[in-house]
C-alpha cells in the first residue's frame, strides 16, 4: 500500500504560480510511476502529468504544457506540480496518483493504470 498526501493548492490570481506537493509513504516510492491528475466541477477526470520512476520520462496535458512543471524527489519520497501562468480554467481538485513499476506495460495517461491516489487539493483561478 501506498498513502499519498497532497498540499499547496490555494485561491490564486490568473497568471500566479503555484506549487504543489505529494507526500507518499508506506512503500519505495522510487519503485512507482506518479501522475497529476485534476477535475473541474462537471467534467470527468483527466491527466496533467506524469513522471517516471526516475524522473527523466516526463508527460504533460497539451493544455498545460509550458507552464506546468512535473518533478519528484525520491530522497524525499514527493512527488511535485509546479503551476506558472495559472489560468480560470485550471481551476480543479488536484490529485496525485501512483502505480508500480512492476507494470511498466501500463499507460501512464490513463487514469485507471493508476492504483493508488491521494485525497486531492483544491486549485482556484480567479480572473
Known amino acids: 500500500q501506498v498513502q499519498l498526501v497532497e498540499s499547496g493548492g490555494g485561491l490564486v490570481q490568473a497568471g500566479d504560480s503555484l506549487r504543489l506537493s505529494c507526500a507518499a509513504s508506506?512503500?519505495?516510492?522510487?519503485?512507482?510511476?506518479m501522475g497529476w491528475f485534476r477535475q473541474a466541477p462537471g467534467k470527468e477526470r483527466e491527466v496533467v502529468a506524469s513522471?517516471?520512476?526516475?524522473?527523466?520520462?516526463?508527460y504533460y496535458a497539451d493544455s498545460v504544457k509550458g507552464r506546468f512543471t512535473i518533478s519528484r524527489d525520491n530522497a524525499k519520497n514527493t512527488v511535485y506540480l509546479q503551476m506558472n501562468s495559472l489560468k480560470p480554467e485550471d481551476t480543479a481538485v488536484y490529485y496525485c496518483?501512483?502505480?508500480?513499476?512492476?507494470?511498466?506495460?501500463?499507460?501512464?495517461?490513463?487514469?485507471?493504470?493508476?492504483?493508488?491516489w491521494g485525497q486531492g487539493t483544491q486549485v482556484t483561478v480567479s480572473s
Open positions: 496518483a501512483a502505480y508500480s513499476t512492476d507494470y511498466r506495460a501500463r499507460d501512464p495517461l490513463r487514469e485507471d493504470s493508476y492504483d493508488y
Open positions: 508506506g512503500r519505495t516510492f522510487s519503485n512507482y510511476r
Open positions: 513522471i517516471s520512476w526516475s524522473g527523466r520520462s516526463t
